[in-house]
């Protein structure tokens, strides 16, 4: 069958969506597949909209500038042309990450009026902050005009008080857990793996587990030598492979990480799941059923915070017409549910959702262009969407340069991100050296 989007399944989505399908596959070349998300369910993985470049931690792995808490923030008419940009770009659903910096360092009003704007255009809002200032009052402001996700992000990297292991963090987790309580907000944690943590990740993963009525996400960003971090080049043991198994040893059992792809293989792994008396079940159990299912099931649509009942239903609604189907899903679903069986009597029928995500950052003077083409994670620019790894590497070309900025009444807003003309000289440097 043809690794392209056919006819047939995308006869419920609008020319435009399937122009922008149809873009994502031609940019990402050999990495696109069949078991693909990107181009076949997804235009794009998610993309950021820095708002500031403040930030009120000094993390040993920071991906930020050695100017960046110098930078002016952005005009929120900037902000907004960048929302539009991402939904002109990517489409209605986008999952658009409101980040920094620490996003809670911008000024509180102006942050609500963001995250408002981006969910009246249709966008999927997450808050990407190290949580020191989102406090339950603003994460409840957030959650009344639109906020989906929170990504706490919480690591021994970051230098908090009596924070030297993961295990001592687990206490701020809870305390950020607590503050989420009630708020229809899908909480995620980033960790940064270092060699520090590195033998940690199984206890992360109990701990996740052991949550997961209130986490549906958990990420691993590998180091990277990037930006103005002290720590330059991960250890030898931390790649993908080795991450991955120590995942498998927090759940005790191997998991089908290449059952779909998000991206560039050696970039990403994404790995939906759910959680039954504590013990982990992959929801997809091999890249032949979920390519065969994309095939199929394309024009159902659904997000990360419907009910499981909801998207189950869905689906199943959709399946009567698949006669095909009706078997492989009965299958799948009786294999999942003898393997699940004692831990759903013991749990009572409970069912929780947790998704592990690895990502494997590229150090800023190792960049691959097959990567950088097949990227899942875009940062919008003045000049448009930049993968987030080339962003990291060039991050002073993008948030040093002055502009120019149109108001909806017309009138011009000069942007100086530096005082003094700090930025224009740094970036004639900039030219000079590239010219030499």
């Not at 309580?181 to 980033?190: A, R, S, T, Y």
């Not at 993908?240 to 779909?260: C, F, H, M, Y």
Request: net charge neutral; aromatic share 8%; hydrophobic share 35%.
């Amino acid at each position: 069958m043809s690794d392209t989007i056919t006819e047939k399944n995308t006869t419920q989505l609008d020319s435009a969506q399937i122009a922008r399908m149809h873009s994502t596959q031609k940019r990402m070349g050999s990495a696109f597949t069949r078991n693909q998300v990107l181009g076949r369910l997804q235009t794009i993985g998610c993309v950021a909209v820095e708002i500031t470049q403040k930030c009120n931690l000094d993390c040993t792995l920071c991906y930020l500038s050695e100017h960046s808490q110098q930078v002016a923030d952005v005009p929120i008419e900037e902000i907004f042309r960048r929302l539009d940009d991402a939904l002109k770009h990517y489409g209605p659903g986008t999952h658009v990450q409101i980040t920094g910096g620490d996003p809670t360092l911008r000024k509180h009003s102006e942050l609500i009026e963001i995250v408002r704007y981006a969910n009246d255009l249709g966008l999927y809002t997450a808050l990407f902050t190290n949580g020191i200032s989102a406090s339950r009052k603003l994460l409840t402001q957030l959650a009344e005009v639109g906020l989906r996700d929170v990504a706490f992000h919480v690591d021994s990297s970051q230098r908090r008080e009596n924070g030297e292991s993961e295990r001592a963090l687990n206490a701020i987790r809870e305390e950020y857990l607590r503050r989420t309580e009630g708020l229809n907000l899908m909480v995620i944690f980033n960790t940064t793996v270092h060699k520090g943590n590195f033998h940690e990740i199984p206890d992360l993963v109990t701990f996740f587990r052991e949550h997961a009525n209130q986490i549906g996400l958990t990420s691993f960003q590998l180091q990277a030598d990037t930006g103005r971090g002290e720590w330059r080049k991960r250890d030898l043991i931390i790649n993908r492979d080795t991450v991955q198994q120590q995942i498998e040893i927090g759940v005790n059992k191997s998991l089908p990480w290449e059952a779909l792809q998000v991206g560039h293989r050696d970039c990403h792994s994404y790995l939906p799941c759910i959680v039954v008396n504590n013990n982990i079940y992959p929801l997809v159990p091999d890249a032949d059923f979920f390519s065969d299912f994309v095939d199929d099931f394309q024009h159902i649509s659904w997000d990360r915070q419907q009910k499981k009942l909801e998207i189950a239903w869905g689906f199943a609604k959709a399946a009567i017409g698949q006669p095909k189907w009706w078997w492989r899903l009965l299958k799948h679903g009786i294999s999942l549910g003898r393997s699940t069986f004692p831990d759903l009597i013991k749990a009572r029928g409970k069912v929780e959702k947790l998704t592990f995500f690895v990502q494997n950052f590229m150090d800023a003077k190792e960049l691959n262009q097959e990567r950088i083409d097949a990227c899942s994670f875009m940062v919008m620019t003045a000049d448009g969407p930049v993968s987030m790894c080339q962003h990291n590497a060039q991050r002073d070309d993008y948030i040093l340069t002055p502009l120019e900025i149109k108001r909806s009444d017309g009138t011009l807003l000069s942007y100086k991100p530096l005082k003094d003309g700090v930025a224009n000289r740094h970036l004639q440097a900039i030219t000079v050296e590239t010219s030499t």
